[in-house]
């Protein structure tokens, strides 16, 4: 009796816990501190995998970081000033490897090395955009508007990178003002966002629009934006609310400002062409702006290594929806193309990640290794994620099987852009533009938002989750029509309530309730790991 | 066999027993502050908190005082 406690511990030792509470469990929740969501340790996940982590990711990603900020970072100082003047980089990216942590819990094997590269891809593009910003920030220069500021391009996160492409190689930088300051702070640290929610109502406006138009208007009422770049385009982010936030914008910044607009109804040919035509006026705006004329050439160049990645994407989706094999979690399946098609080629960080994790992916294919041997469903999450609680489906995986294959952020700029002549450009160019975050599938008609089912048979997926936005009317208005659609399909789906980077309104451990009751009441399933069912992470990051 | 008496010998012997002590014992030190989440610990409970001060104390521009001038900038249109 002894000697086999003794074998199952040197085994434990060596390989990690298993995964499954009958085969004597990891209990993973039992590692949180309550409340906090801190771990009283780290996971033991066998000497193997727990050193990989250790030093190839956690010590990796530390070294690393510094290191990009030597080299995106004019003067290392810059960095410095910027953390201590805005609340959104020095309270937000602090944590950044607690943010690896909370999506890899669990993860082991190919899975963990794999998924940790899109990670390091989109710490490294963020580390690109913060230097970018603070390069050029005019409040931390006294007031002077350096080289770095004449040649910086400001506009809204939902203006995709790919416009911008024209001047890259003229050394013009494209620089989302939200990406950074809101979009990515939710994920990695949702307690700064609340700020600039709070401060937007605080001066009269009403708190049901969208929390992400809200928190974007607060970053210019709290006078949190850096003065980085001469000019400015907004867009509407295709929903009304985002409209009063370009207002916003225009006045407090105060700069020469293009609004370009997302069309509310784009299946249209007519509407396509006219928006061929405000991405030209545009181009206009910048060439009159900067001096610097369009260049085919830059456009070009970038267009195919935006393609070639697509390409990638599309090669590693086949893996996914056809085998076991495919080594790329949910959250960081997610994550990383929602980021990477958004912010387009600005640096190599996307086409390396890619390259590695298609290495490791071909590994799995090749040997067999099903890298989340535990699944039970195939799950494809459909509509806007919450972005406090992006990992959830890391927790979903541990606590139930339930495996996030695919999801709509990854699907929504599912095109290659034609390179073969300017008006071929154009023409993919309007659609890549008409499909922006939170658009083709969400409040872009129903045509749209039920590709779903197409997509749930392309990925092999045997069951839905259904994010619900508790704050957009859009998706708000079609929730009926995907309840009688999932009854009239025989579809397994269950709704996960939130309010994007508002963590106030729903909280995690709402969203796992609601998953926990589905997978009781309704599959009639017992949990993996039941330590993970009931915690209290109500004040983690 | 013949035991080396070189002091050369003797100081590269030393040398390699300190340097791995010592990067026995920094590999120590870093896996108890990675095991333990010492790193998040710390930032959770004292840098977090002390930013947070900092930026809640913080003087700020108060954007409302400024006018919403209009007519500041032309309305940039090309397609006439």
Request: proline content about 2%; overall charge positive; charged content about 20%.
């Given at each position: 009796m002894a000697k086999k406690k003794l074998t199952k511990t040197l085994k434990d030792f060596w390989n990690g816990k298993p995964h499954s509470g009958e085969e004597g469990g990891r209990r993973l929740g039992d590692l949180y501190e309550d409340k906090t969501g801190l771990l009283k340790h780290r996971e033991w996940r066998g000497v193997k995998d727990t050193f990989y982590y250790m030093y190839n990711i956690w010590g990796y990603n530390y070294v690393h970081m510094v290191l990009d900020i030597l080299k995106f970072s004019n003067n290392p100082i810059d960095f410095i000033k910027g953390t201590w003047r805005y609340r959104w980089m020095g309270q937000t990216?602090?944590?950044?490897?607690?943010?690896?942590?909370?999506?890899?819990?669990?993860?082991?094997?190919?899975?963990?090395?794999?998924?940790?590269?899109?990670?390091?891809?989109?710490?490294?593009?963020?580390?690109?955009?913060?230097?970018?910003?603070?390069?050029?920030?005019?409040?931390?220069?006294?007031?002077?508007?350096?080289?770095?500021?004449r040649h910086t391009i400001f506009a809204n996160e939902t203006t995709c990178g790919t416009l911008f492409y024209p001047w890259k190689d003229a050394g013009y930088q494209y620089l989302p003002m939200e990406m950074i300051p809101y979009f990515v702070t939710c994920h990695v640290n949702s307690h700064t966002v609340l700020n600039y929610i709070d401060a937007v109502q605080s001066i009269g406006l009403p708190g049901d629009p969208c929390p992400m138009c809200q928190a974007e208007s607060g970053l210019f009422v709290l006078d949190d934006v850096p003065d980085s770049a001469p000019i400015i385009i907004t867009c509407n982010e295709a929903c009304d609310a985002s409209v009063s936030t370009h207002t916003l914008q225009d006045w407090f910044a105060n700069k020469p400002l293009f609004a370009l607009p997302i069309p509310m109804q784009f299946d249209d040919p007519l509407l396509k062409k006219y928006c061929m035509n405000e991405i030209e006026e545009m181009w206009k705006f910048i060439e009159e702006q900067t001096g610097v004329p369009f260049s085919w050439e830059s456009m070009k160049k970038y267009l195919e290594r935006q393609n070639k990645l697509q390409r990638d994407e599309w090669e590693k989706w086949e893996v996914a929806s056809k085998t076991d094999f495919y080594p790329i979690n949910g959250v960081a399946q997610a994550l990383f193309r929602i980021y990477s098609t958004q912010y387009g080629i600005q640096g190599d960080f996307w086409e390396e990640a890619s390259e590695k994790v298609k290495k490791i992916m071909y590994k799995c294919v090749e040997k067999k290794i099903n890298p989340f041997p535990q699944t039970r469903h195939r799950v494809i999450a459909w509509s806007c994620a919450p972005l406090y609680y992006s990992n959830w489906c890391t927790w979903a995986y541990n606590?139930?099987?339930?495996?996030?294959?695919?999801?709509?952020?990854s699907l929504m700029f599912d095109m290659e852009i034609r390179t073969d002549s300017y008006e071929n450009m154009l023409e993919d160019m309007a659609t890549y533009h008409m499909w922006a975050p939170m658009r083709r599938m969400a409040v872009g008609g129903m045509h749209h938002i039920f590709e779903l089912w197409d997509y749930m048979k392309r990925f092999n997926c045997d069951m839905v989750a259904m994010y619900d936005q508790l704050q957009c009317k859009g998706m708000q208005g079609v929730h009926g029509l995907f309840e009688d659609e999932f009854r009239k399909r025989n579809i397994n789906a269950f709704w996960i309530p939130h309010a994007l980077p508002d963590s106030r309104t729903v909280s995690r451990a709402e969203i796992r309730r609601q998953i926990n009751d589905y997978m009781t009441t309704v599959m009639h399933e017992e949990p993996l790991d039941p330590s993970l069912l009931d915690f209290d992470d109500s004040m983690t990051w | 066999?013949?035991?080396?008496?070189?002091?050369?010998?003797?100081?590269?012997?030393?040398?390699?027993?300190?340097?791995?002590?010592?990067?026995?014992?920094?590999?120590?030190?870093?896996?108890?502050?990675?095991?333990?989440?010492?790193?998040?610990?710390?930032?959770?409970?004292?840098?977090?908190?002390?930013?947070?001060?900092?930026y809640d104390n913080m003087e700020r521009r108060d954007v409302l005082k400024e006018p919403y001038d209009l007519n500041k900038f032309p309305v940039y249109k090309y397609d006439d």
């Open positions: 990216y602090l944590p950044v490897i607690h943010w690896f942590e909370r999506g890899l819990q669990g993860v082991r094997g190919e899975a963990l090395r794999a998924s940790a590269w899109h990670y390091r891809a989109m710490v490294s593009a963020s580390i690109h955009q913060i230097c970018n910003f603070f390069n050029a920030d005019t409040r931390l220069h006294g007031g002077k508007e350096n080289d770095a500021y606590c139930w099987g339930l495996n996030t294959i695919i999801n709509m952020d | 066999m013949k035991k080396c008496s070189c002091s050369f010998g003797k100081k590269l012997g030393k040398f390699l027993l300190k340097f791995c002590g010592i990067f026995v014992a920094l590999n120590a030190v870093i896996f108890v502050i990675f095991f333990f989440d010492l790193d998040g610990k710390l930032l959770f409970n004292v840098v977090e908190p002390f930013l947070k001060k900092h």
